[in-house]
T-cell receptor
């Protein structure tokens, strides 16, 4: 079943601008993760935020988590053309032995 | 190995034939996952292996799909009597419990 829903579905920005993607989910979670996918093949893990954390940074990435609203956001600052990709949120349900549930993704296009 | 290896990278098969997709996870990763992704869509969970526990097969779409993981390492996903709707990219990932997933580059399956 689809747990995370990303918003927007597609985002087009210019190099140097910031990109914000949002994810909403339905059930309680252990953690929430963001992944990046280029060219429809393997995904790359970007960042993991645990349910007791509210914000996390990694380089130009900033992730927030609001468990009361069951939502997360991924901010990419000072975007580059190389950031063009699809970005997926994935939730780790608060249920032992369950695999990540992925959303449908946001397609980000950064033009130079 | 250094990453998750999947083979073949591309597979074209005739409707009704059986196919086997292989995944070689990162050494030491106890968990192994299979997902599939149709064009422009999110990831659909198929099956999850964790150590010596019984696998979570809840995502397999029909009894034509099966998977095994031999010796806690290499996994094979088998699709019998392939149908055109089975065409997708099949992604394998491995992880240590509670951490992010490392994905392979996927197998693009085309059923003609």
């Amino acid at each position: 079943s689809q747990q995370g829903e990303e918003d927007p579905q597609a985002l087009s920005i210019q190099e140097g601008e910031n990109a914000t993607m949002n994810c909403s989910y339905k059930t309680s979670i252990n953690n929430l993760q963001w992944y990046r996918q280029n060219s429809g093949r393997g995904l790359v893990h970007l960042i993991l935020i645990r349910s007791n954390e509210r914000e996390k940074h990694s380089g130009r990435l900033r992730v927030t988590l609001d468990t009361s609203k069951k939502s997360s956001s991924l901010l990419i600052t000072a975007s580059r053309a190389a950031d063009t990709a699809s970005y997926f949120c994935a939730t780790d349900p608060n249920q032992a032995g369950t695999a990540l549930i992925f959303g449908k993704g946001t397609t980000l296009s950064v033009s130079s | 190995g250094a990453g998750v290896s999947q083979s073949p990278s591309n597979k074209v098969t005739e409707k009704g034939k059986d196919v086997e997709l292989r995944c070689d996870p990162i050494s030491g990763h106890t968990a192994l996952y299979w997902y599939r992704q149709s064009l422009g869509q999110g990831l659909e969970f198929l099956i999850y292996f964790q150590g010596n526990s019984a696998p979570d097969k809840s995502g397999l779409p029909s009894d034509r799909f099966s998977a095994e993981r031999t010796g806690g390492s290499v996994s094979t996903l088998t699709i019998q009597r392939t149908q055109q709707e089975d065409s997708a990219v099949y992604l394998c990932a491995s992880s240590l419990a509670g951490n992010g997933y490392t994905f392979g580059s996927g197998t693009r399956l085309t059923v003609v």
